[in-house]
């Protein structure tokens, strides 16, 4: 038989082979209901699995402590606090007691309930939770039945897991493919940082794969690979081979400089919206952050987000990068990020902001609040003119209350923004060029095709070259934060053109720091040049 491909979503990148192992496989044979007067011994054994469920977390808090996971320990150990729930165990009890339920049925379906009502919450941070409440019925319900939770090694696939799941599987663990989940879930969080492949979001389909049955998960491209050929399988073998060395590497050389042969310094920043990114990138030697995406955790809020809720998810974001470069980007609504309180709005980025001055107000202030101890700079998502760039510098005069005025950048990600780099250029105190969304507007692409297409088209590459000449003239640096950053080819032509930063994502910080070691910063230019000037004269009109 052929392969057979399942489509989903990537939540955590790389490629992996291995025997599925399948949880989730609902039974179709409905157990006897149990005696009354055997079912105060049923409340009994759902009680003790419960407990049982809490020390087992507890274990793997202890052992991510150990192992310097701090941040995502503090989101396991919440699964512990909901196993002590009083609700909870009332659920369970009136299911065992009123309608005869086996303890690990009562423990699943309370679970489920609780569960659902979470999912339906306002608040996308407390609605994410749903997944770490079925986790922790799943293991409590393997309890009650004294059975193992997960098998570590392969592929594991589920309907959904939290992150106590995640975190227990570890570094043995080949992949995770999941029917549902969320790439900002908690399970997809933990799972980066770990540097476990995850695809989400596959459909109950993929809970008809076999358990042992051979698959390979494309975490890049949210694939998961049916009956795969045996090309595919010795190339995602290798492929798992090369990433381990690779990060291996780049956690012992994380203090090294990135800078080429002939001595041009680049500085590697990553791109994060959560912890667990900026934890990887870090080690494996990022110097910071150069894009922290504030928008992902309320994509779905019934309203802008409040101050307070905005430190919450700030705060412990930022005191991780302490003495550190943090560019925080402003809520970059609008496009396919669009929340329900702005459906029907027609604007993005900034426009959306200086249409509601008081949350713009509400939003600096919360990062001037959260990021005390960094080396803090924000930044202005879609920009299109110099006069939005002064009105957030005249809102963040409103908020310094005697703080120190952070540096405030602009992102130059369409034609209109880098036909007019040099006049943005002279009010802002740094560039970025956002190439994904700029090579989407002029090639004509949907999102998906933008990265992967290619920037060197010279109608990109030509605004990319004005908007790294208007950062020149002004004395300001340049960094370049979509998908040429990291990729191999065009990495080096960005540098060549005079990028000074980078910003990647986090497993991909070591390898584009050791490309630049290993690079000539002489060659690149020599190369970026070359390429503006072989371009057909009518390719070179069609970019103005």
Not at 297 to 315: I, T
Not at 432 to 439: V, Y
Not at 505 to 526: L, M, P, S, W, Y
Request: charged share 25%.
């Amino acid at each position: 038989m052929s392969e057979g491909v399942l489509r989903g979503v990537s939540a955590a990148p790389g490629v992996r082979s291995g025997p599925a192992s399948v949880l989730d496989r609902h039974s179709t044979t409905t157990q006897a209901a149990i005696l009354p007067e055997r079912r105060a011994a049923e409340v009994e054994r759902a009680r003790r699995a419960l407990e049982e469920t809490a020390t087992e977390l507890e274990t793997i808090v202890a052992t991510m402590r150990k192992l310097g996971r701090n941040d995502e320990a503090d989101i396991v150990e919440t699964g512990i606090l909901m196993a002590a729930d009083p609700v909870l165990a009332v659920r369970v009890e009136a299911l065992i007691l009123e309608f005869g339920r086996h303890a690990e049925e009562a423990l699943r379906e309370a679970t489920d309930e609780s569960a659902t009502e979470l999912s339906h919450l306002a608040d996308p941070l407390l609605a994410e939770r749903a997944d770490d409440v079925r986790s922790l019925g799943r293991r409590a319900a393997a309890h009650a039945l004294g059975v193992t939770t997960l098998v570590p090694g392969g592929v594991v696939v589920a309907r959904t897991l939290g992150p106590a799941d995640v975190a227990d599987l570890g570094l043995s663990a080949n992949g995770v493919a999941l029917a549902g989940g969320g790439v900002t879930a908690h399970a997809a969080i933990v799972a980066r940082s770990l540097g476990i492949p995850m695809v989400v979001g596959l459909g109950t389909e993929v809970l008809d794969v076999g358990d042992g049955e051979e698959v390979v998960l494309d975490g890049d491209l949210g694939l998961l690979v049916r009956r795969p050929e045996a090309d595919r399988v010795a190339a995602a073998e290798a492929y798992g081979t090369r990433r381990r060395k690779a990060r291996e590497e780049a956690r012992a050389q994380r203090d090294e400089p990135a800078v080429t042969k002939d001595g041009r310094r680049i500085t590697v920043l990553t791109n994060a919206a959560s912890m667990a990114e900026v934890i990887e990138a870090t080690e494996q030697g990022a110097e910071g952050v150069g894009l922290l995406r504030t928008e992902l955790g309320f994509l779905d809020a019934p309203a802008w987000p409040s101050f307070e809720k905005q430190v919450a998810f700030l705060r412990p974001i930022l005191e991780r990068l302490a003495g550190r470069v943090a560019t925080v980007r402003l809520l970059d609504f609008g496009g396919d990020k669009t929340p329900p309180f702005l459906h029907g709005a027609t604007g993005r980025g900034i426009d959306l902001l200086l249409d509601s001055r008081t949350q713009l107000t509400t939003q600096l202030g919360a990062i001037l609040v959260a990021s005390a101890k960094t080396r803090l700079r924000i930044l202005i998502p879609m920009v299109t003119t110099p006069d939005q760039v002064v009105a957030v510098r005249e809102a963040l005069q409103t908020v310094l209350a005697g703080r120190a005025e952070p540096q405030v950048g602009s992102m130059i990600e369409t034609p209109e923004a880098a036909h007019r780099a040099g006049e943005i250029a002279r009010v802002s105190d740094f560039l970025s060029l956002g190439t994904n969304d700029l090579t989407q507007l002029v090639l004509g692409l949907d999102r998906e095709q933008s990265k992967t297409a290619p920037v060197t088209d010279i109608r990109v590459l030509r605004l990319i070259d004005a908007t790294m000449r208007a950062g020149r003239s002004a004395g300001i640096p340049v960094d370049v934060c979509g998908e040429a950053a990291s990729d191999a080819v065009a990495m080096a032509i960005m540098i060549g053109l005079g990028a000074d930063e980078l910003s990647v994502a986090a497993a991909r910080v070591g390898e584009v720091r050791q490309r630049i070691r290993d690079g000539d910063f002489a060659t690149f230019r020599i190369e970026a040049e070359k390429l503006l000037l072989d371009q057909p004269a009518d390719a070179a009109g069609k970019s103005r």
